[in-house]
């Protein structure tokens, strides 16, 4: 008897042994930064987000963009471009983490994810970057004022440039720039119907706020004629956990990825 319970003991131990390590390699972290050659090495389904420096912030940080998908219609959804929004960085994470998980929902379509426009003021909390620039108003539009606020002239920063950079180089079909606290959805250029569908898919309302002078929306959508939607979060999104958050407002966006198509 003793010796059989040492042979059972011994197959249980082994058993355990084998599930354990296979646990724990099922279980490694996945790293969510990879190098362009994991495209052709892994299926689809575990292919891995890639991410791209596209700037340096005045204070030397990484200005980092994540690319899902692949294919020539590309959507730029991008957060934080001010620091005090922190929950529009949260959200745009959140999209690359599902748009990584699925990445089927994407065909023939490329997704920029920006989550951090200005990296140094999302650092500090504040709406403005190290040099005090607001960054939303230092693009070069009809409505452009100069002043210390705006920047002397257009394109004074590194952050912004890196933005216009991006913005040139990819040609996107439409943008979302991820703000707070205004709690509404608002469009510049040809957006109407882009925002429209994404309130459909959100409890939240189509309101014109009023192009401000050198804003993103005021150059890419007036200047440009690229639709571009401002998704307006309610200051209590900084308050809710990241899966409620993107629960509540990940719809609005995938919808603006997916248009014409429907949210399935
Ligand atoms: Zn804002």
Redesign the pocket.
Known sequence: MVRDWSFVARIVLAVTVTLGLAGCYEQEPRPRIAGEQHRVLLPPATRLARQHLIGRSVQGKPILVQIAGQGTDTVLIMGA??G??PA?ATLVEQLAAYLQDNPQLLTGQRVLLLPVANPDGYAART?VNARGIDL?RNFETANRVDNSTNGLRPLTEPESQALQSLIKDYAPSRIV?V???LNCIDYDGPGQAIAARMAQESDMEVRKLGAKPGSLGSYTGEILGIPTI?L?LPLEANTMAEAALWQKYGKALLAAILYPERVP
Request: proline share 8%; net charge negative.
């Open positions: 471009i001010h005090d929004e529009s709406r939303n720039s703000h707070q606290p401002t307006e």
